[in-house]
Structure formats: C-alpha cells, structure tokens
Nanobody, 128 residues
Framework: QVQLVESGGGLVQTGGSLRLSCAPS????????MGWIRQNPGKEREVVAY??????????FYANSVKGRFTISKDNAKNTVYLDMSSLKPTDTAVYYC???????????????????WGQGTQVTVSS
C-alpha cells in the first residue's frame, strides 16, 4: 500500500510564504512524476506544479497562476518533494494535494486524471 504524507499547510497573510512537503510511505514506489494539485469547493482541481522525476534534468511545470511565485523541488536524500510558495494571494486559498504518477503513460501531467496516488490534502488559507 502506498501513502503520500503531506505537511506544511496553514494560515498566512497576503504576501506571506509557506512550504508544503510530501513524502511517500509504504511499498517502494516508482515515481515518474509528482504534482501539486489544488481545489476549492465547487471548483475544478488545478495542477499548479509538477516535477518529472525520471527525466535527467527533472523538468518542472508551473501553472500561469503561480509561475514566478511557487517552486517545486525534490530532496533525493529525504525522498521528499516540496512546494515552496511565496507572495501568496487570497486566490491561492485551497486544499493542496500532492499526487504521484507511477509510470509514464503518455497522459498530460497538467490533468489531475494523470495521477495514480494522492495525499490526504492540506489546507492553505491566505487572509487578505
């Protein structure tokens, strides 16, 4: 069984910063890519960032809504992926999920449907 353990959400003021962490536990998990996906009630899930872990240069993607403010990275020694969020806005308020695609299957990583395993979600609230 695979679990993705997330941490780091919370309440922050506009302009503040937060770091989210995600680490897999359970059986050894191949990870083609890991993404951070957010969702607000009544809204569609949005892939805000992903990192291709199997590529030599660990290609990263950011949604336009977070580009220049969020950074996704992986600490290989800790087997943990981070999402560093800065210059936070009230519109960033959401539940943030980390998710893993185990094997490349040709689907677009910008689609939440591409991911096989999901964390429990962590709430990020940005006050104005």
């Amino acid at each position: 069984q695979v679990q993705l353990v997330e941490s780091g959400g919370g309440l922050v003021q506009t302009g503040g910063s937060l770091r989210l962490s995600c680490a897999p536990s359970g059986r050894d998990l191949s990870m083609d890519a890991m993404g951070w996906i957010r969702q607000n009630p009544g809204k569609e899930r949005e892939v805000v960032a992903y990192i291709k872990l199997e590529s030599k240069d660990q290609y990263t993607f950011y949604a336009n809504s977070v580009k220049g403010r969020f950074t996704i990275s992986k600490d290989n020694a800790k087997n943990t992926v981070y999402l560093d969020m800065s210059s936070l806005k009230p519109t960033d308020t959401a539940v943030y999920y980390c998710a893993v695609r185990e094997f490349s299957d040709g689907t677009r990583l910008t689609s939440p449907l591409s991911y096989d395993y999901w964390g429990q979600g962590t709430q990020v609230t940005v006050s104005s």
